[in-house]
């Protein structure tokens, strides 16, 4: 190994470090975000009790890594002795609040010890970013790809969740790396690799059953390719070999790891619940097939997986409601993640995009495309994953949030290295130092974006948006607000001595009153529809606090509505989330 090598492999361990650094400081203070209730209370229950009863609809691997955390806490248990354990069916919301607020733990170090192992899948995730990208265009293109994921705000922003978005990103890399690796030298060692990759990626996050079909086609693709003769016989063999590698991921992974789940899941609540998910599931075909293998012992792993693919697709198909660019629907809207994306990353992100498309649509190619994507497949391979899965979330009835994006970015930063760098050494002389000074002032873009809105991540917006604090006009939820900022209400609360109990309404799960006891009073959209509303209960002033889901998603209807709040300027916006007003005569 050269110098030059491990100094760029020093220089990829600092990016990987720095930006842990940003992760841990930067979620510090964040109070428990809406889908963490439920998810460090169900992994906790999973680790603790062996019981699958609770969030079913996730895979259990992320919540199984923050469930260990809790583990060496020694954590107080009243909460199973509550019906959200012992009565009703999948009371994982409540269970989880009550688990880290209710029960007299200690909410703020239970949420922070939850959260840390989260980052093993960041930084899985950008071993094998770099590791690939230096393996298809050379080192700096590793480390190019490597600081633009580590870099991006929306990566920091869910990579300190415990949630399955980042291990989603982590799963389908790691099995397209070794599925890819397997086709090219098919034996029965990659074989088994490969499948336990796959496996893998299937317990982090259901949506990665695309990678069914996504296999699939490539190895149907890769067999006609091998050859000019037998291209049919090449076909099949990688069909069957790729339904061969799957079928180890099942037996090897997921059968077990459910297995291990639903050990201690009594029979009869296990059936019990799946009837009761699946009653409304529209395909009887597989709802009942589910149902049917909860009562032979040795299916009830896979019918707990079975249960959780439906419950995704259902709700999938469902909806839930949002705001979007003026608009209050539970229907999805086609240009939701196009726009929410564009808005989301930076826009020397966007430049470098331009400028690679350019160079890589700009230069001719001599060879036949059948050639040239034989000779650059894991390149065709991330641009066919790219394409099936915008294909997927565009057509999907559920927009909340850009973060269901994430198993694409890996691919991305990949594909947008190489290009660069070529781009880069294209040129000679005066130009060279042209194109250098164009990537030092873009990637110090790129880093000062991250820089400016830290520790906030989640509300990052780029200009296009206004920035982090205009991006409640454009879009919620998720993408800003997923009541991350609770703890930091009631921090800035306390520093501005405010004595008066405050008009609160709160997006998210976390308990307010935790941080605060008896400062807040619950408010509703349409509880008062004027400051002259306000006034006349309240003639003194008083002060209100307003999540950015709530402010913006009340104006599906009049009557609720806070746009009678527009015309004043709020006093302060807690993390770009929760806006603060002091209202007076």
């Known amino acids: ?79 199973y002795e509550t019906q959200f354990w012992t009565q009703d069916i999948n009371g994982q919301w409540n269970f989880g609040r009550n688990l880290i607020f209710n029960s007299g733990n ?53 990579s300190r969740f415990v949630t399955t978005d980042v291990p989603a990103l982590f799963g389908a890399l790691l099995a397209s790396y070794f599925f890819i690796k397997f086709l090219k030298a098919p034996s029965w060692k990659n074989l088994i690799i490969s499948g336990l990759a796959f496996g893998v990626a299937q317990v982090t996050k259901f949506s990665l059953v695309l990678l069914i079909p996504y296999f699939g086609l490539l190895s149907l693709i890769y067999g006609c390719m091998l050859t000019d003769k037998n291209r049919l016989k090449n076909a099949i063999y990688y069909g069957f070999m790729s339904v061969a590698m799957m079928t180890v991921g099942v037996v090897l992974v997921i059968w077990p790891v459910y ?42 792993p ?28 539970n229907t999805a809207w086609k240009k939701y993640f196009p726009v929410v994306y564009a808005i989301k990353e930076p826009i020397a992100f966007w430049v470098l ?19 040239i994507i034989k000779t650059n497949f894991d390149k065709f391979a991330m641009l066919v994953w790219l394409a099936i899965y915008w294909y997927a979330s565009i057509r999907a009835n559920l927009n909340i949030g850009v973060r269901h994006l994430m198993p694409i970015y890996g691919f991305t930063y990949i594909l947008l290295s190489g290009p660069i760098v070529s781009w880069y050494y294209y040129y000679q002389g005066k130009a060279k130092k042209i194109a250098l000074a164009t990537l030092v002032i873009l990637l110090g873009w790129y ?6 809105v830290y520790p906030y991540y989640l509300s990052y917006f780029n200009q296009i948006a206004g920035g982090p604090s205009g991006g409640h006009r454009y879009v919620v939820d998720s993408n800003l607000d997923w009541g991350q900022d609770a703890k930091r209400l009631a921090d800035w609360l306390r520093e501005k001595d405010i004595q008066e109990q405050v008009y609160l309404d709160y997006f998210g799960w976390t308990d307010p009153s935790y941080y605060y ?33 709530f402010f ?34």
């Open 517 to 549: 006891p008896n400062k807040y009073l619950y408010l509703y959209g349409g509880r008062y529809r004027s400051l002259k509303e306000f006034l006349s209960e309240n003639p003194r002033g008083g002060w209100v606090a307003i999540s950015a889901s």
């Open 106 to 158: 200690d909410a703020i170090v239970l949420a922070r010890a939850a959260k840390m192992p989260m980052l093993l899948f960041f930084i899985f995730s950008a071993w094998l970013i770099y590791k690939w990208s230096k393996e298809l265009d050379g080192k700096k293109a590793g480390l190019l790809a490597l600081f633009l994921f580590a870099f991006s705000p929306t990566v920091i922003a869910h």
């Open 447 to 452: 880093i000062v974006e991250n820089l400016k």
């Open 353 to 371: 995009v331009s400028i690679a498309l350019v160079f890589v649509l700009t230069r001719k190619q001599k060879s036949r495309l059948g050639h």
């Open 552 to 585: 913006m998603g009340s104006r599906e209807r009049t009557d609720t509505s806070y746009a009678w709040l527009d015309a004043i300027e709020p006093i302060t916006v807690i993390g770009n989330s929760i806006f603060v007003w002091h209202l007076t005569p």
């Open 1 to 79: 190994m050269s110098f030059s090598l491990n100094k760029i492999n020093i220089t990829a361990t600092v990016i990987v470090a720095i930006t842990l650094l940003l992760m841990v400081t930067s979620v510090w203070n964040d109070s428990p975000i809406v889908d963490e209730i439920p998810h460090i209370g169900a992994g906790y229950s999973y680790i603790d009790k062996g019981d699958f009863r609770l969030n079913p609809e996730h895979p259990p691997l992320p919540k199984d890594l923050a469930g260990m955390a809790l583990k060496f806490l020694d954590l107080k248990e009243t909460v």
């Open 302 to 329: 896979l019918a707990q997986y079975g249960l959780g693919v439906l419950m995704v697709t259902q709700r999938s198909i469902g909806g839930n409601t949002t705001y979007f660019l003026g608009e209050v629907k």
């Open 259 to 300: 297995g291990l789940h639903v050990m201690n899941y009594p029979v009869e609540k296990q059936k019990s619940d799946t009837v009761y998910h699946l009653g409304s599931y529209g395909n009887r075909l597989f709802a009942d097939r589910i149902i049917e293998m909860t009562d032979v012992p040795v299916l009830r």
